[in-house]
Structure formats: C-alpha cells, structure tokens
C-alpha cells in the first residue's frame, strides 16, 4: 500500500533555512507528481507546491514562492522541500502527498502523517 | 488565484441526518474539485474528486454534485465517525487552493 514518511521538522529560527524529507513506497513513484501540503496549528489546509512526476516542473503558492524549493529524487524515490528565508507564519505541519492521476497534477489522493517545523525567535 | 470559500464554517448536525456543505468557486473551475476530510490529529483523506467521483473506499452516503462555482457535499445518513473537518480543493489552475473547511459537530 502507499506508504508517505515526512522527515526533517525542526525548531528554527527566522530567517533560517530547512530541508524536509518525504520517503515514499508502495507506488510507481516515478509516474506521480507529488505535494506539499502545510497546516498551521489549529487551522485549514494550505497548498504549498508541486513537482511533476519527471521532476522537471514545479508550482508554488504566492507565499512561497521564491522561498521554498521543491525536487524529487526517482531513484530514490524521495521528495524534498528546502525552505528557505523561514518566516514565523511558516509554522505548520507539512504534508507530503501522492497526486491522484498519473503524470499529472490535480488532487492528493494518499497523504503522509506530516512533520511539524516551528519557526520562533 | 481562485479563491474557494465554504459554508458554513460550523455545521451540528444529529447522526442518522443528512448533512450539506457548500463550497464556491471565485471563478469558473468546471468539475475539477475534490473533497476531504479531516479528523483531528489525522492526516486529510480524499472522498471525491471530479467534483462527484467517491475516491476508493468512500461509503456510498457520501455524494458530490456541482459544476461551474458551486458545489456541495452530501452525506446522507450521519454516522459518528463523519464528525470532522471537510475541506474543498480545486485543481482547475495553478495555484491549487483549498476552501477554509466546514466542521461538521455532533449536535
């Protein structure tokens, strides 16, 4: 069954840079795009980006943008979120995410438990 | 950016009862919406997509319509583990955006 392992949550402070970590199994990896997906404490879902299942596109909410960037490793079959310039609004819990279809890039369908990072001065 | 905006944020409803959530699209989005939900301290799992295609598993009292802007989210027949957050997602434009969710209490 798919299987999504988010790693890499910390405590940082602004301005600090991070790398998260998502191990998937269980699925052709490499013929899925894959999300990120954030959740402040206590508050909704909010998309954060996207990596084509090739890894050669990537999409990314207005408030990452130019921040955060997101790749992928098929052989590995890993996914990763650097983030960069952390910022205190960027407190949540991350989600990696499978997408739905196939070489595509729609809706999450199997999502991972998420890793939290704090960022506080 | 398309902005999706759900009501109500709050809706108490008494199990064996049907409940409706709203959501609406700020511009056309054809059937490219999906559905969650949320237990807290879970991760969201998808139950529709396609604005009313139940994804794998999802029991047949959930049902999707709408098109355009305006979609809903039916459950027909409350049962006590459907308490929880639900969450709209369209996926017709870059960026993919959520609604604010609708939680659905016991009444």
């Known amino acids: 069954q798919v299987q999504l392992v988010e790693s890499g949550g910390g405590v940082m402070q602004p301005g600090e840079s991070l790398e998260l970590s998502c191990a998937a199994s269980g699925f052709g990896f490499s013929t899925y795009g894959m999300h990120w997906v954030r959740q402040a404490p206590g508050k909704g879902l909010e998309w954060v980006a996207c990596v084509s299942y090739d890894g050669t596109k990537q999409h990314y909410a207005d408030s990452v943008q130019g921040r955060f960037t997101a790749s992928r490793d098929n052989f590995k079959k890993m996914l990763y979120l650097h983030m960069g310039s952390l910022r205190v609004e960027d407190t949540a819990f991350y989600f990696c995410?499978?997408?739905?279809?196939?070489?595509?890039?729609?809706?999450?369908?199997?999502w991972g438990h998420g890793t939290l990072v704090t960022v506080s001065s | 950016e398309t902005v999706m905006t759900q009501s109500p944020t709050t809706l108490s409803v008494s199990p064996g009862e049907r409940a409706t959530l709203s959501c609406r699209a700020s511009?056309?989005?054809?059937?490219?919406l999906a559905w969650y939900q949320q237990i807290p301290g879970q991760a969201p799992r998808l139950l529709m997509y396609?604005?009313?295609t139940r994804a794998t598993g999802i029991p047949a009292r959930f049902s999707g319509s709408g098109s355009g802007t305006e979609f809903t989210l039916t459950i027909s027949s409350l049962q006590p583990e459907d308490f929880a957050v639900y969450y709209c997602?369209?996926?017709?434009?870059?960026?993919?955006?959520f609604g604010q969710g609708t939680r659905l209490d016991i009444k």
């Open positions: 396609g604005a009313s």
């Open positions: 997602q369209q996926y017709d434009s870059w960026p993919i955006t």
């Open positions: 995410a499978k997408d739905g279809p196939p070489y595509s890039g729609t809706y999450p369908d199997h």
């Open positions: 511009q056309t989005i054809s059937a490219k």
